[in-house]
């Protein structure tokens, strides 16, 4: 029979690779918790209306990565390719606005879009991200690239010092609101159409209903005629959005965070308003961008709720990890026991097994082997699974109520009476957390 292998584009998270996932996943809690966000958990598939009208129906992600099904009662659902219009779908369902008026919220979450499997490309890949919901206010956009960086900051990545810091590139832009944009695109338009018929077919596609993404064309040809004709958007921003975009940047400026104005960042989603933003990292291939972000002003309102400015950003933990891993930031995982108990005889094993079970309630990290091995091969095992210490149980053992226990790196063998071992495994912890 042929082996039934997992889909193109996803991946098995392997026991050896969790512990990078952990580690990872810890630092985005902590520092969750200290920059004052609550964890918003939503559903892995939605009604596919929630994508459609969120993100824009004529998107990459709507047009031809999502995916869609019908359920048994004849509604279209998809798996979320992006939790910014779910989070909103949700904020809005349970007026999260009635119980306050700021809504700072972050989440971890599996995703899934049909792109072309690539290196930092999946079809179904991870993200976590915020949704800082509530303030039309610069300092909130601030928060949100300060947060992202400060993940980055914690994994040693970026870090400010030297080198390192050169890894990472914020670039930010504005894309205008809805009173500068569609003036902005007209023009655009304008100066564009004589070169039509020299851009790419998918360039003339987008020209009518998705003209800001001819900026994302990789068409060499394509991007020179942009670079020669196209009128750049921070050229026509309003006044309130121009001094907005400002605020902004000296507010980057007064925390130090370098950045890089790009006039053609214009990210894939119909939602953004005033700022957009993304950090790239040269430690990833052509799929460099790290994090992605901005204002999505309208998109509350869009989804039915009340007019409610938000920011955020969502950063891909795959990529994450390719970068950590090239530069080999990851702290040494090390699998530990603090005791291996290792049993002669099988009549013992039950026995075994009750002081293994009385030494987990009192949490020492403990095991015994479940194979019925030789007892060579039970100390081989304590061994390969880095045993602080073993203890030997025999009949001898049973029947004096004491157990030899032994530290595995000095070779020292101690008899401690049955009810002791707790206490002097739990000694012997805590003396080498201090050496
Ligand atoms: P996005 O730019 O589509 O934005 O995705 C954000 C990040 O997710 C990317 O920078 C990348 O690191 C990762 N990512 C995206 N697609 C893939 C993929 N196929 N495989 C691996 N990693 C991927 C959003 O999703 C918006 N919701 C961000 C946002 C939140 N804007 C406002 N709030």
Known sequence: METIRSVKGTSDILPEESPKWRY????????????????????????????????GEYTDIVTKEMYTFQDQGGTSLTLTPELTASVVRSF????????????????????????????????QFHQYGIELIGSEHPEADVESIAFALH???????????????????????????????PPYLETLRNALQPHLEDLCKRCQDRFQHNTLRLFDCKNESCQQI??????????????????????????????????????????????????????????????????????????????????????????????????????????????????????????????????????????????????RRSVKAQFREADRQNARYTIVLGENEIQAREATVKDMASGEETPVPFDQVENFILHGIRENQFQ
């Not at 369902?93 to 290196?119: C, G, M, S, V, W």
């Not at 509350?300 to 990529?319: D, K, N, Q, Y």
């Open 92 to 123: 809005i369902q349970h007026h999260f606005d009635q119980t306050y008026p700021l809504n700072k919220l972050y989440y971890i979450t599996p995703l899934f879009r049909q792109e072309r499997p690539q290196a930092g490309r999946q079809r």
């Open 226 to 371: 942009l670079s020669q004709y196209a009128p750049k958007i921070t050229e026509h921003l309003c006044p309130a959005c121009e001094q907005h975009f400002q605020s902004v940047l000296s507010q980057l400026e007064v925390l130090q965070i370098p950045y890089q104005v790009d006039a053609t960042l214009v990210r894939g989603l119909d939602y953004y308003t005033r700022t957009t933003y993304e950090i790239t990292s040269d430690l990833l291939g052509a799929q460099d961008a790290l994090c992605g972000g901005g204002r999505y002003d309208l998109l509350v309102e869009h989804l039915g709720g009340s007019p409610t400015p938000a920011v955020g950003f969502a950063a891909g933990i795959e990529r994450l990890i390719m970068a950590l891993d090239a530069l080999d930031l990851f702290p040494e995982f090390t699998d530990t026991l603090d005791l291996f108990i290792v049993v002669i005889g099988d009549d013992i094993r039950p026995h075994a097994y009750q002081m293994l079970q009385s030494l987990r309630e009192k949490n020492i990290v403990c095991d015994m082997d479940l194979l």
């Open 151 to 181: 993940i980055y900051h914690r994994l040693g990545l970026g870090s400010g010092n030297g080198a390192n810091q050169s890894h990472l590139t914020l670039r930010i832009n504005s894309i205008g609101d809805s009173a500068c944009r």
């Open 24 to 55: 990872i996943e810890a630092i985005i809690n902590s520092l969750a918790e200290i920059y004052n966000y609550r964890e918003i958990r939503t559903p892995v598939f939605e009604e596919t209306a929630v994508f459609a009208r969120g993100v």
